[in-house]
């Protein structure tokens, strides 16, 4: 089992950054990807961006594209999310997760491990 713990949500204004972080632990050698989700209310959860474990390879979705950088540190088994130019529409609970299977996946079935989530809140 691999055990997921997010951490650096809060409120902040439009405009403003924040940096998330997902620290893994239990059997962190059998992950391959990480990614983050995130899920408005009356929303169904959405990918935000992925990174393989090993390359550092990262995808993101569209609408986060060019503001949000995820980036892992291997040492300390931990994945992060820096946030700038925050809008409102980027308010929600923002998900850690971990696949032991290769490929970065978009897909919220393809993950096996789940953070409890840490809420984010851009007020406008």
């Known amino acids: 089992q691999v055990q997921l713990v997010e951490s650096g949500g809060g409120l902040v204004l439009a405009g403003g950054s924040l940096r998330l972080s997902c620290a893994a632990s239990?059997?962190?050698?059998?992950?391959?990807?990480m990614a983050w989700f995130r899920q408005a209310p009356g929303k169904e959860r959405e990918f935000v961006a992925g990174?393989?474990?090993?390359?550092?390879?990262?995808i993101y979705s569209d609408s986060v594209k060019g503001r949000f950088t995820i980036s892992r540190d291997n040492g300390k088994n931990t994945v992060y999310l820096q946030m700038n130019s925050l809008k409102p529409e980027d308010t929600g609970v923002y998900y850690c997760?971990?696949?032991?299977?290769?490929?970065?996946?978009?897909?919220?079935?393809?993950?096996?491990?789940w953070g409890q989530g840490t809420q984010v809140t851009v007020s406008s």
């Open positions: 997760a971990a696949r032991d299977g290769l490929g970065l996946s978009k897909s919220i079935t393809a993950y096996d491990f």
């Open positions: 239990g059997r962190t050698f059998s992950i391959y990807t």
């Open positions: 990174i393989r474990w090993s390359s550092g390879t990262t």
